[in-house]
């Protein structure tokens, strides 16, 4: 679970700061969850420098809540959550300052936007939140405002949940928690899957993937999975502390990204198929598949250009998919390998997409 947020302060000497604005959204890695937003009566004064860029003035604060008034509800949102934000050692050490003027130890992991999108989107000119958004075709309302920036910045964060294919993020998040008895164990861990198409992790103790699996039900799969008698299956649901899973909106996106993390992650109890194939050559040179999302109005985008598999995104606008240079940023990159090619073409031919783009 991610607490997302963003503060806006009065500026002012390193540790002096008073947070003027506050916005949280707790995300469970797929949608929100809950939500707090509330300006805060810093109770000093606020920079110029600062009234001018988030149009917030001491006027505007006379009757908003003090921070010692909504501390609670701060703690109870990101309790058992990371707090992601995009800088976030700044915001990191403004609500520690905050709660240390209360006499109130404020401890959270931390993820931020900054570093994660310097490592899974390399090379970009700015990673300014403006700035990088623009690049990635993510809209932002309300700039320098907390509500503004949280909502962009879990716009990133997504995106940067799809390109983590390492699920570096997701093992930092998992939660840890055994129990001694093995029924109701695998029965409160079904009771937080979706019935939706996409992949499962089964995590052990350490936060290590044992076992990735696939299906139009991710609900339904974990089930059978824990159904099953064979040595295997066994292993799995005695070693098995938590499933995470990433839903995928439909079955092609799904197949990618399954062949492509068991290369990389090379779950213990997965058996890796070899292609039986040596050749797969597609029908046209440049190509964007289109077809249903995650959520409604999203749309997943695979890219083939010059015959080769470049990756897959989801996408929101079409002006990110209409604008190539934009959507060669959002595309996770996927090897264009025998197997992929191989899943693309056998999709194509069984099943109706949205819709198919030739450039």
Same mark, same amino acid.
């Given at each position: 679970?991610?607490?997302?947020?963003?503060?806006?302060?009065?500026?002012?000497?390193?540790?002096?700061?008073?947070?003027?604005?506050?916005?949280?959204? $707790?995300?469970?890695?797929?949608?929100?969850?809950d939500?707090?937003? =509330?300006?805060?009566?810093?109770?000093?004064?606020?920079?110029?420098?600062?009234v001018?860029?988030?149009g917030?003035?001491?006027e505007?604060?006379?009757?908003?809540?003090?921070? @010692?008034e909504? #501390?609670k509800?701060?703690?109870?949102?990101? +309790?058992d959550?990371?707090?992601?934000?995009? %800088?976030?050692?700044?915001?990191k050490r403004?609500? +520690?300052?905050?709660?240390?003027?209360?006499? @109130?130890?404020?401890e959270r992991? !931390?993820?931020?936007t900054?570093?994660?999108?310097?490592?899974?989107?390399? %090379?970009?000119?700015?990673?300014?939140?403006?700035?990088l958004?623009?690049?990635?075709?993510?809209?932002?309302? =309300?700039?320098?405002r #907390?509500d503004?920036?949280?909502?962009?910045t879990?716009?990133?964060?997504?995106l940067?949940?799809?390109?983590?294919?390492?699920?570096?993020?997701?093992?930092?998040?998992?939660?840890?928690?055994? +129990?001694?008895?093995?029924?109701?164990?695998?029965?409160?861990?079904?009771?937080?899957?979706p019935?939706?198409?996409?992949?499962?992790?089964?995590?052990?103790?350490?936060?290590?993937?044992?076992?990735?699996?696939?299906?139009?039900n991710?609900?339904k799969?974990? %089930?059978?999975?824990f159904?099953?008698? =064979?040595?295997?299956?066994?292993?799995?649901?005695? =070693?098995?502390?938590?499933?995470?899973?990433e839903? !995928?909106? %439909?079955?092609?996106?799904?197949?990618?990204?399954?062949?492509?993390?068991?290369?990389?992650n090379?779950?213990?109890?997965?058996?890796i198929?070899?292609?039986?194939?040596?050749?797969?050559?597609?029908?046209?040179?440049?190509?964007?598949?289109?077809?249903?999302g995650? !959520?409604?109005?999203?749309k997943?985008v695979?890219l083939?250009?010059?015959?080769?598999f $470049?990756? @897959?995104?989801?996408?929101?606008?079409?002006?990110?998919?209409?604008?190539?240079?934009?959507?060669?940023?959002?595309i996770?990159?996927?090897k264009?390998?025998?197997?992929?090619?191989?899943?693309?073409k056998k @999709?194509?031919?069984?099943?109706?997409v949205?819709?198919?783009?030739?450039?």
């Open positions: 679970m991610y607490a997302i947020l963003d503060i806006e302060t009065t500026g002012g000497k390193f540790n002096e700061e008073g947070i003027t604005e506050i916005a949280i959204y $707790k995300f469970d890695g797929h949608q929100i969850v939500q707090f937003i =509330s300006l805060v009566n810093p109770e000093r004064e606020i920079q110029p420098f600062v001018n860029l988030t917030i003035n001491s505007m604060l006379k009757n908003a809540p003090k921070f @010692y909504v #501390a509800r701060i703690i109870e949102i990101t +309790t959550c990371v707090i992601v934000a995009h %800088n976030a050692n700044f915001d403004i609500l +520690t300052t905050e709660f240390r003027r209360l006499g @109130y130890l404020f992991k !931390t993820l931020c900054v570093e994660l999108s310097k490592k899974l989107i390399p %090379n970009l000119p700015s990673y300014k939140l403006g700035k958004c623009r690049s990635l075709g993510i809209p932002v309302s =309300s700039r320098h #907390a503004g920036d949280a909502i962009a879990i716009q990133l964060f997504k940067l949940l799809n390109k983590d294919v390492d699920k570096l993020i997701v093992k930092q998040a998992v939660k840890i928690e055994n +129990t001694r008895t093995l029924t109701p164990k695998l029965l409160t861990i079904l009771d937080d899957l019935s939706t198409t996409g992949l499962f992790y089964i995590h052990n103790n350490t936060s290590k993937i044992l076992y990735i699996g696939k299906g139009k991710i609900k799969k974990v %089930n059978q999975l159904l099953r008698t =064979s040595k295997k299956a066994k292993i799995i649901q005695n =070693s098995v502390i938590s499933v995470s899973y839903e !995928t909106g %439909n079955e092609l996106v799904a197949a990618l990204k399954y062949n492509e993390e068991l290369h990389i090379k779950p213990q109890y997965n058996f198929n070899k292609p039986k194939v040596t050749t797969i050559e597609f029908s046209n040179e440049n190509l964007i598949v289109i077809d249903r995650r !959520t409604i109005g999203e997943s695979l083939i250009e010059n015959n080769e $470049k990756g @897959y995104c989801f996408a929101d606008l079409n002006y990110q998919i209409n604008n190539i240079k934009i959507l060669k940023t959002l996770s990159p996927m264009n390998s025998i197997h992929n090619r191989e899943i693309i @999709y194509l031919q069984k099943n109706k949205e819709q198919l783009i030739r450039f």
